[in-house]
């Protein structure tokens, strides 16, 4: 298998394990290097923060769930294109995350979102 296989493979289990199992400190262990550089502005940086902002957003949403629709892969960057939803039937949060990797392990994240919209001015979806 390629490095860059093996890094979709990692980022794909990571968010698995932690959204979708609820089970942050375990994709952590399991995913995250020995740094976390964060550059979503809601989050400080490190993986003690990625836990437990993650544990917040479960405890808000018990139900949240991620679809990862697209994986592409470059370099030592993986980036994923995806669904966030809150609770089953919300429309959700349309969204692409950059992770950077270092000798298989994730150490680095941005992120952007948008809400998907009950109406778009065209027929393409967001996926």
């Known amino acids: 298998m390629s490095d860059l296989e093996r890094n979709k493979k990692t980022v794909v289990a990571f968010f698995t394990r932690a959204y979708n199992d609820h089970e942050p400190e375990d994709a952590v262990a399991k995913h995250v290097g ?7 502005p809601d989050t400080p940086d490190g993986a003690a923060a990625f836990i437990e902002s993650t544990k917040g957003w479960i405890a808000r949403f018990p139900k949240v769930s991620v679809e990862i629709k697209r994986v592409i892969a470059e370099g030592d960057l993986v980036v994923t294109h995806d669904l966030v939803r809150p609770a089953p039937g ?18 680095e994240h941005w992120d952007a979102r948008q809400p998907v919209p009950e109406k778009a001015a065209n027929e393409n979806t967001m996926f």
């Open 90 to 107: 919300d429309r959700g949060l349309a969204g692409i995350d950059i992770f950077r990797l270092e000798k298989g392990k994730i150490v």
């Open 34 to 40: 020995s740094q976390y550089i964060q550059h979503n």
